[in-house]
């Protein structure tokens, strides 16, 4: 395939939701593959002091409005309005890493999203985490140690590093080619992007 | 026509730009017509205490980065990143109120944009509004007293109450048949809104 997509994603973002729903369908329809990569957005928005939904805010009421309507338009699943914020440990940014690095971050955040969404059992809150990787089929006394170890914190650490020099803030974002975009409304820009930049070499880390 | 489309928007605002472009165009094509509605965007940010995009930020240089990709793909002139911030006196806010009561408010805008994006000379800032207004063929002996007068200072106060009723915190903000949408990417959405409500009835204010 001549080119893969990077999609960087955080697991506490709202709209990856609608991403991770049809990023693998519209990415095979371009002819592309998708390289998943979790990053820790909390830290930028920590450096940046940026809140993006603040609580009771007319910002955060439009958030869920909109994303009800676009799941409607994109034909994804909907039903009321989910939990958050989620994942205040980052436990569930840490099973994402040990994911990506053992090749089934898909599966992963695919269950994780319906399991926030639809089930209203957000993985990264309360003791959800554990039942939900069984119901996944992956052994939690595997995954767990490894996610909270400090070769996971080093995983994190650098996908900072790659935030800063990529000039990442949010989530979901498309790089391709060494060009960034944000937001699920930009997927099919990243794509049409990469099609007409057919002839430049692969990006840095693509598959 | 069955339906209006009230646009929100503040002159201080960069993605603005592309729909002061497009959105007569779109709307006509969907039958409706447009309602042109300044408002004191600024006051808003002021409350919540939200800078959109940050000196040196990465959000700052994505955004133009976005807006330079966005014209292309929209068919709309630009040639180099702008100033920015404008209209630090909300001047050319103030005389979007008087043309938006008076009933140019498209021309207004459309001439406004292009100083500001394609001539480089934003008349909201220095002493560009005088020549800016008699470029387009207005009066500034007319227009500018009307602008500073207690009266338009009114009418900013009333947009902020709009703005307050209806949750906006932006800037395009689009409002159909009670519904908000937020962004120059949220036009297509609002015009399918309305022609998938075209039995309700008309908005509140709609011409």
Redesign the interface.
């Given at each position: 395939m001549a080119h893969s997509l990077d999609f960087y994603f955080f697991p506490g973002s709202t709209y990856t939701y609608l991403t991770v729903n049809r990023i693998e369908t519209k990415a095979a329809e371009a002819g592309m593959s998708v390289r998943w990569c979790p990053y820790n957005l909390r830290v930028i928005l920590k450096e940046?002091g940026v809140t993006p939904f603040?609580p009771e805010?007319?910002?955060r009421?439009?958030m869920w409005?909109?994303i009800e309507?676009?799941t409607k338009?994109l034909g994804i699943p909907y039903t009321s309005e989910p939990e958050y914020p989620v994942d205040p440990d980052l436990k569930a940014l840490r099973v994402a890493m040990v994911a990506s690095d053992e090749g089934w971050c898909p599966e992963y955040m695919k269950a994780y999203y319906r399991a926030w969404f639809i089930d209203h059992k957000p993985p990264g809150l309360a003791d959800n985490m554990e039942a939900f990787l069984m119901g996944v089929g992956r052994d939690p006394g595997v995954v767990l140690p490894r996610a909270m170890s400090d070769e996971t914190t080093r995983m994190m650490e650098a996908s900072v590093g790659d935030a800063h020099r990529l000039?990442?803030?949010?989530s979901p974002h498309f790089v391709v080619a060494g060009e960034?975009?944000?937001?699920d409304?930009?997927l099919e820009?990243a794509l049409e992007?990469a099609v007409r930049q057919g002839d430049v070499a692969e990006a840095p880390g693509s598959l």
């Amino acid at each position: 395939m001549a080119h893969s997509l990077d999609f960087y994603f955080f697991p506490g973002s709202t709209y990856t939701y609608l991403t991770v729903n049809r990023i693998e369908t519209k990415a095979a329809e371009a002819g592309m593959s998708v390289r998943w990569c979790p990053y820790n957005l909390r830290v930028i928005l920590k450096e940046t002091g940026v809140t993006p939904f603040p609580p009771e805010s007319a910002k955060r009421r439009y958030m869920w409005r909109d994303i009800e309507r676009r799941t409607k338009r994109l034909g994804i699943p909907y039903t009321s309005e989910p939990e958050y914020p989620v994942d205040p440990d980052l436990k569930a940014l840490r099973v994402a890493m040990v994911a990506s690095d053992e090749g089934w971050c898909p599966e992963y955040m695919k269950a994780y999203y319906r399991a926030w969404f639809i089930d209203h059992k957000p993985p990264g809150l309360a003791d959800n985490m554990e039942a939900f990787l069984m119901g996944v089929g992956r052994d939690p006394g595997v995954v767990l140690p490894r996610a909270m170890s400090d070769e996971t914190t080093r995983m994190m650490e650098a996908s900072v590093g790659d935030a800063h020099r990529l000039g990442l803030f949010g989530s979901p974002h498309f790089v391709v080619a060494g060009e960034v975009f944000w937001g699920d409304d930009r997927l099919e820009d990243a794509l049409e992007w990469a099609v007409r930049q057919g002839d430049v070499a692969e990006a840095p880390g693509s598959l």
